[in-house]
């Protein structure tokens, strides 16, 4: 069956990739990116393989969030499958205008902002996949917050990517799994991604190895028991969470400060 699939960060690299695989198996691509020349060179390129919709919006922007889960809720009345696979490590503008942590906004705020908007559209079997990573770090809150802690690019990518692993985590004990089951998911360390090889200099592993997990998380896997666990790409297995993925005080101190600081109730 046909499933309406929303992927973020989709005009480069394991985004890319996973909706061009996903198009040829029939499936409709609802791609969102940041640029637009790349949008429109996106939909050009992929029209004739399949249904294709493109979203244009700048994740680290809360009104840009806000705005991308409106216009999808405008053009459909139910999604399949939301994809989180944005994400940013290396960028010259550390803080956004609202004296965030992009890392932190871009990997872990615009996701959960997003899901929390469309979870109306996700009712009935409907998944969330939120590609995070083997780096992963305990999350200092302040640092979460904007409160003037300084982190390396490395520091607040592992630590954001935690964070979507903890969210994840607890929606996923929230939310119905008969209503939509959450994911999370490292598709493979140190892949051929444009974000890879700007941090580290490397060409890195084919990013089919990522595209093929995502497309099999989004499509397969049919039991809500895979709900809130994590799936290793590395070890090609769903493994054990970090530690403070399974601190029941430690994920609703996160998701409070998420929700204070987006102004959730």
Wanted: with cysteine.
């Amino acid at each position: 069956m046909s499933k309406t699939i929303l992927i973020t960060g989709a005009t480069d690299g394991i985004g890319l990739e996973t909706a061009k695989k996903l198009l040829q198996q029939g499936h409709t691509i609802l791609a969102h990116g940041r640029n637009e020349e790349k949008l429109n060179k996106l939909k050009k390129e992929l029209a004739t393989t399949g249904k294709i919709e493109t979203y244009l919006a700048d994740l680290s922007s809360k009104d840009a969030v806000l705005y991308l889960a409106k216009e999808v809720a405008k053009n459909h009345s139910s999604i399949n499958v939301l994809i989180n696979n944005a994400a940013v490590l290396k960028t010259t503008d550390v803080v956004t205008t609202d004296g965030l942590d992009v890392r932190f906004v871009v990997n872990t705020l615009a996701p959960y902002l997003l899901t929390k908007k469309l979870l109306p559209l996700l009712k009935g079997s409907g998944r969330v996949i939120n590609v995070a990573s083997a780096a992963q770090a305990s999350v200092n809150f302040h640092a979460l917050s904007g409160k003037a802690i300084a982190l390396t690019d490395m520091e607040a990518y592992s630590q954001s990517k935690l964070a979507l692993i903890m969210w994840s985590t607890t929606m996923s004990k929230i939310v119905d799994p008969n209503e939509t089951i959450f994911v999370s998911v490292n598709p493979g360390s140190l892949l051929g991604t444009k974000m890879v090889k700007e941090a580290f200099n490397i060409e890195g592993k084919s990013i089919s190895i990522g595209a093929d997990i995502l497309v099999k998380l989004a499509i397969h896997y049919e039991s809500t028991t895979i709900s809130g666990k994590y799936f290793d790409n590395d070890l090609n297995q769903f493994r054990i969470h970090h530690p403070d993925a399974l601190d029941k005080q430690r994920c609703h101190d996160l998701l409070k400060t998420m929700n204070d600081i987006l102004q959730l109730s």
